[in-house]
């Protein structure tokens, strides 16, 4: 017998013990295995709906007030360079304890620059699993673009991204650590919720360039000293050409349970897609659960299920 679920605004602490984190999973479309299409479809249409209310409802409220465009005059590519030398004193060498985490990208270091600027640099690694298109990628964009939800591209070197340091690393090591949940209340994650929507919306509808990011999660929202979210990780992005609303692939990125079921099935992603994963990633913020989280568990068969359970408790 299944045990019963607790119910879900009683308290904003996550329910179960972190699981390890997803990966960044890269496809083609064709050839399905159905097994993995069904899981990796797990949250149905629903979490779209849900994250078109919470995401419109930011964006709208944001335009109540006064909508402010945050393009500005930014710096080409070859003003950001920064001499190795420079970096690789600021990191100690890229030493072992300065390393903050590593990814598909490769390792991330912790640099102090000569000024006392603390910097994030990312290193691209030789068995990199995104390699050096996402990293033109990613350098490419994010030099162009500028918010205060969107991470700060500070300088690039060769093979390097450096960030502005993000003190309070990423928001899934708050929400779904069982000691650092404690500090996520209800205002802190209703604030988080709205900064990554005016992130988004800005990418998708104020920026010169419209901007689809394809692998919003948890991992990928950095915070700052006070807490603020800032999207990050833009190597998987797809720039659109204006007055395009959608695109297809035959190259599958990004992580299994974020993804749009017509961007799995298809390859077709738009803001409709990222929009999802803004949906996803709502629901792990409110429930303080990974989506992953529920594969083979007793407490519910997905995150929506536990979701619609706690919600009924209350009634």
Not at 41 to 62: D, H, N, T
Not at 113 to 142: P, Y
Not at 193 to 202: K, S
């Amino acid at each position: 017998m299944n045990a019963p679920s607790p119910p879900l605004l009683s308290s904003p602490s996550p329910l179960l013990s972190p699981p390890s984190a997803t990966n960044t999973t890269t496809r083609t479309p064709k050839g399905n295995n159905p097994s993995i299409l069904a899981s990796s479809i797990i949250v149905p249409s629903i979490i779209a709906l849900l994250s078109a209310i919470a995401f419109g409802f930011f964006s709208v409220r944001r335009k109540k007030t006064k909508t402010t465009k945050f393009d500005y005059e930014t710096p080409s590519t070859e003003s950001l360079q920064f001499n190795f030398s420079t970096i690789s004193a600021a990191t100690d060498n890229f030493s072992q304890g300065n390393e903050l985490g590593k990814g598909g990208f490769g390792s991330v270091y912790k640099g102090t620059l000569s000024d006392g600027q603390e910097i994030a640099v990312k290193r691209l690694s030789k068995n990199s699993r995104q390699g050096e298109q996402e990293f033109k990628n990613e350098v490419t964009l994010v030099a162009k673009l500028q918010h205060k939800n969107l991470v700060k591209l500070v300088g690039s070197q060769e093979k390097l991204l450096i960030y502005e340091f993000m003190p309070n690393a990423s928001l899934d090591q708050f929400l779904f650590d069982p000691v650092k949940c404690t500090q996520m209340d209800w205002g802190r994650r209703y604030k988080i919720i709205g900064g990554v929507a005016r992130g988004l919306h800005y990418l998708h509808e104020e920026s010169r360039l419209r901007i689809i990011h394809r692998d919003l999660k948890a991992s990928n929202i950095l915070l700052d000293k006070d807490m603020n979210p800032k999207i990050a990780d833009f190597g998987m992005a797809r720039l659109f050409v204006l007055e395009q609303t959608q695109a297809s692939t035959n190259r599958i990125v990004g992580t299994y349970g974020y993804m749009a079921p017509e961007y799995i099935m298809h390859g077709e992603f738009s803001v409709k897609s990222d929009v999802f994963s803004f949906g996803v990633l709502v629901l792990e913020i409110l429930c303080g659960q990974r989506n992953s989280s529920f594969h083979k568990s007793d407490i519910d068969r997905d995150l929506l299920s536990y979701a619609w359970s706690g919600i009924m408790d209350l009634l």
